[in-house]
């Protein structure tokens, strides 16, 4: 019996995988492979799914010879919107963006499901102002979001607000390394309290915000709230509030943080980006 190749696939069968990989794999691998690979990768349907690198300068787009990036950032973001022709619905994007290019990204997307953004892993550029502004003003357009994952935001309030009056089918809110202070967590209770799983992990909350959230919100199913600062992780009254939840975990979480530790004790930059960078994960 002659052996099936991969490259006599059905062209459907080709899109349906080619839409769950990675956009680096999208351009970079797979058009090469051959001529009938390189007409899958034309369908917007391969595109359906955006993933690109959370961390750009440590990806294949880099050259490091020339110590720049092959594509802008920007060109590179609308190539690959352009080639979903609107229908992507789930887009992971690297740290490094703009105000203009989640502008673009709206336009282009109406039918967004999910939306991950990170702000810079090292310091180099913060997600105050522009970005997450950005992110408040444009859900309006982003009716049909369920998922929005966010790193270092600002503007948390004003997010909440807006996905409690678009978003009708929201379930999912993720925003590491944020204060999670009384007004977000009152914001969280009074226009998400039907949310279905909230991840806080890197977070500096007090242990009376997380109560709040935990008595507001009886519908969740998840909540993550590791390695923050503000609550123990072995706390009891936390715990019982936390018993129904199908999934909480709260690992590594401290009351205060021991002002002694460094990176240089052993934890390095490469360490805290591996950790951030799961939470972009698709």
């Not at 909480?248 to 990176?263: A, E, K, L, P, R």
Request: proline residues 2%.
């Amino acid at each position: 019996m002659e052996e099936r190749k991969w490259e006599n696939l059905n062209e459907d069968c080709l899109v349906n995988i080619f839409g769950r990989l990675e956009v680096e794999s999208l351009l970079l691998d797979v058009p090469f492979v051959c001529k009938q690979w390189y007409r899958a990768t034309s369908n917007p349907l391969s595109w359906q799914k955006l993933v690109f690198p959370v961390y750009i300068y440590q990806s294949r787009f880099f050259n490091r010879r020339a110590g720049a990036l092959t594509f802008h950032i920007s060109k590179l973001i609308k190539f690959a919107v352009g080639r979903s022709q609107g229908c992507s619905t789930t887009i992971v994007l690297p740290y490094c963006i703009s105000r203009e290019d989640l502008i673009f990204v709206s336009d282009k997307c109406p039918s967004l499901k999910v939306l991950a953004v990170s702000s810079s892993l090292y310091g180099i550029k913060t997600f105050e102002g522009g970005v997450s502004c950005a992110i408040s003003d444009l859900l309006v357009k982003w009716k049909s979001v369920e998922v929005l994952k966010l790193d270092r935001c600002s503007h948390l309030v004003e997010i909440i607000c807006k996905i409690s009056l678009n978003c009708k089918n929201f379930m999912e809110l993720s925003v590491t390394n944020t204060d999670i202070d009384q007004e977000v967590a009152t914001a969280i209770v009074s226009n998400l309290s039907t949310i279905k799983r909230l991840v806080l992990d890197y977070a500096n909350i007090e242990k009376v915000n997380l109560e709040l959230i935990l008595r507001g919100c009886k519908e969740l199913e998840l909540l993550y709230a590791r390695d923050c600062v503000g609550f123990d992780e072995d706390d009891e009254d936390i715990l019982m509030l936390a018993s129904g939840i199908k999934d909480f975990q709260c690992d590594g979480s401290i009351t205060q943080i021991d002002n002694s530790y460094s990176v240089s004790d052993g934890y390095t930059y490469d360490d805290i980006y591996e950790d951030y960078a799961i939470y972009f994960d698709y």
